[in-house]
């Protein structure tokens, strides 16, 4: 039996080896067994995960069972999304043990969370992990700049970071709309099974596993700069195709012309009364071809808010199509008498 031999049936008997392992196990030096090692990978015949000497290495068939980690600091000057994207791949090869669907999905919303780092964060430094398990893809996106809320509300001029997160929940808000549709953030949170982003003391979770629903807290101590959360599963039915669609009034076109808004994330401890709330809610609005707006969890609104929504909104913009979900009675009284 050859060293190569003698490899694959440790890695078959004993599961994740290293190269000191193998050296030890076969008496032979570090080098000898790395290069061999390295050949078995280059066959297809192993697996390697992780990378320099904390790299394992094993069978195709329990590649899937391992757990892996990326961990990384780089510097954002100069700094391109698909170099890191390929040396996460190149080191790791884990993209090899997961399905297709969650690999594209991987590589979209990985690719556009650091993109939005290294573009609008103005930190010097962006620290970015990555960890698979047997049965999730978890990443991380850490920076330490201006924080994705606040700049929002100042690119946009908005009164709060309470508001440029409302936006950001909108979709097609960027702050550089000559560079960016602005569309990333949105269909990140969406294709994900949990969702998160935390910034200067606020924290916005999407939960689209258990809960399903969008959350906004308050967090202490405060996070400088920006931490992106995503979560997928290794098993998920979800493709990036199917997102797009459900944001598309088309489902054979092409357009991001469809949003989702849950009208509770407007008031937070309030109550929808006012013709400025609506003009808030609405603001942007007007990019999209259908609006669904979300009446979960909101007990009653007034006269004006439902007057400028369902009345003014819709005679302004008559080629929108504006419908109410989840409405309890009272909410739905005010929303037919205000339609007319």
Partial sequence: MDISEQILNMAQKKGPLKATNVARELHVSRQYSQRHLK???????????????????????????????????????????????????KKSQFIRTIPENVKNIFEYAFSEMLNNAIEHSQSSNIHVNVIKTSSNLIFQVNDF???????????????????????????KTSTQPHAHSGEGIFF?????????????????????????????????????????????????????NGVFRKHQT?????????????????????????????????ANLDKFKTIILDFDKVPAVGQAFADEIFRVFKNKFPGIKVTPVNMNKAVEFMVKRASG
């Fill in 188 to 240: 990140t949170s969406k294709i994900a099974d949990m969702f998160s982003l935390e910034s200067y003391g606020l924290k916005l979770i999407v939960d689209n596993d258990a809960h399903k629903d969008i959350f906004i807290e308050e967090i202490k101590p405060s996070k400088k700069g920006t931490k992106v959360y995503f979560h997928i599963s290794c098993a998920s039915p979800k493709h990036l």
């Fill in 145 to 171: 700049g201006i924080g994705v809320f606040r700049n929002v509300k100042e690119k946009r001029k908005l009164e709060s970071e309470l508001h440029a997160i409302q936006d950001l929940l909108k979709g």
């Fill in 39 to 89: 050949e078995l990978v280059r066959k297809g015949l192993l697996v390697k995960l992780g990378s320099t000497r904390s790299a394992a290495y094993v069978i195709p068939g329990l590649a899937e069972q391992a757990s892996w980690k990326y961990d990384k600091r780089f510097k954002s000057i100069h700094l391109e999304e698909h170099v890191v994207l390929e040396d996460i791949e």
């Fill in 250 to 282: 088309d489902p054979n076109g092409y357009a991001f012309d469809k949003t989702e808004i849950k009208i509770r994330l407007f008031a937070l401890g309030t109550v929808h009364v006012s013709r400025s709330q609506a003009r808030r809610l609405l």
